[in-house]
């Protein structure tokens, strides 16, 4: 039975970036299980941009991390006790919305099993079948409703969302474009996951990039960067184009106010539908997302990286990689081992 925790405490907020003592490594005791909960061993620790979001005390979807608390993050886990019935020591589960620790003591009720998938790994669970796919597919599907024919360009296309995005818009038919920030990335963009063209934004002119792979405009935006990137997008969408508006990267970590789309009137004259969405707003629909792309990714429609990090005590440097574009995929950080 374990007898101490190790989690990640919030002990001031950032300012700009995350720097060394924002976050501090605290060891605790557990407490006793009361009926109805279970204790599951961190083994994946999910890194996203909103992680940067909650440290903050801005008027967000959620409130921000309390100072002196610990930092909130998913996960999966494995269950080490149990006093809720319906889960076993062994059972591998999605911690939801819960924290940045070792061990998380958690509500039975919340949590459910893992089913186990031929040829897929538990990784997907972080990635393609875990909140960024769905951030994707119903952003995409119920936002966007792509039409076969149309063109698609994705943000931050080979991060855990847009790298699910463009091939979700693939299988609909579209023709797709993708923005990263690296060869590397572009490369696996349209040699892997199959999009047909990818910018570079660091070494290319993106406005001309979207001129010659658009030549018939834009008819969605999956917005998920902001910024320079999004007013070259927001050029040259079309008449009723749609725009999910998933994240806004780029300013995360901004110390003076942002200004919006420069060209935010030509949303007017193409009368775009410009849609903001945070994926909780689907929780209960994502057994129907994914039932979707699990089948998509058994049936090798769907391909996806994820950037594993080994070390908890390495959380909180390794959410930078989102922010300095390092990441391929779903990042995430390698708490312990799996269950054999």
Not at 251 to 276: E, I, S
Request: glycine share 12%.
């Amino acid at each position: 039975m374990t007898e101490t925790n190790k989690t990640w405490v919030l002990r001031s907020r950032p300012v700009g970036d995350i720097k060394d003592g924002d976050l501090e490594l605290v060891e605790s005791p557990l407490a006793p299980l009361a009926d109805g909960e279970v204790r599951a061993r961190t083994i994946y620790l999910s890194l996203d941009p909103t992680n940067r979001i909650w440290m903050s005390d801005v008027d967000a979807y959620l409130p921000p991390v309390g100072l002196g608390d610990t930092m909130r993050g998913g996960g999966i886990g494995v269950i080490t006790e149990s006093r809720f019935d319906g889960l076993q020591p062994g059972d591998v589960v999605n911690t939801g919305l819960a924290h940045w620790a070792l061990y998380n003591t958690l509500p039975g009720a919340s949590l459910a099993k893992l089913p186990t998938l031929p040829g897929v790994p538990l990784t997907a669970f972080t990635g393609p079948l875990g909140a960024t796919g769905m951030t994707a597919y119903f952003g995409l599907m119920d936002i966007a409703k792509p039409k076969a024919g149309e063109t698609v360009v994705v943000s931050a296309a080979a991060g855990a969302v847009g790298s699910m995005v463009g091939q979700i818009a693939k299988i609909q038919g579209c023709r797709v474009v993708g923005i990263a920030g690296s060869d590397a990335k572009c490369k696996w963009l349209v040699e892997t996951a199959g999009l047909d063209a990818a910018i570079n934004y660091k070494t290319e002119d993106v406005g001309a990039a979207l001129d010659k792979h658009c030549p018939d405009g834009i008819d969605i935006n999956f917005e998920n960067v902001g910024g320079e990137i999004m007013d070259a997008v927001i050029a040259r969408l079309n008449d009723f184009s749609r725009m999910p508006l998933c994240g806004l990267i780029s300013t995360y970590n901004a110390t003076d106010p942002v200004p919006g789309p420069y060209n935010f009137a030509n949303l007017l004259m193409r009368r775009t539908l410009v849609k903001g969405f945070i994926v909780i707003d689907y929780f209960p629909r994502f057994p129907e997302g994914i039932q979707q792309m699990a089948m998509w990714l058994m049936e090798g429609k769907l391909k996806f990286e994820t950037d594993i990090v080994q070390g908890f005590e390495n959380a909180p440097a390794s959410l930078s990689r989102l922010f300095e574009g390092k990441n391929l995929g779903k990042l995430v950080v390698q708490v312990s081992d799996e269950p054999k």
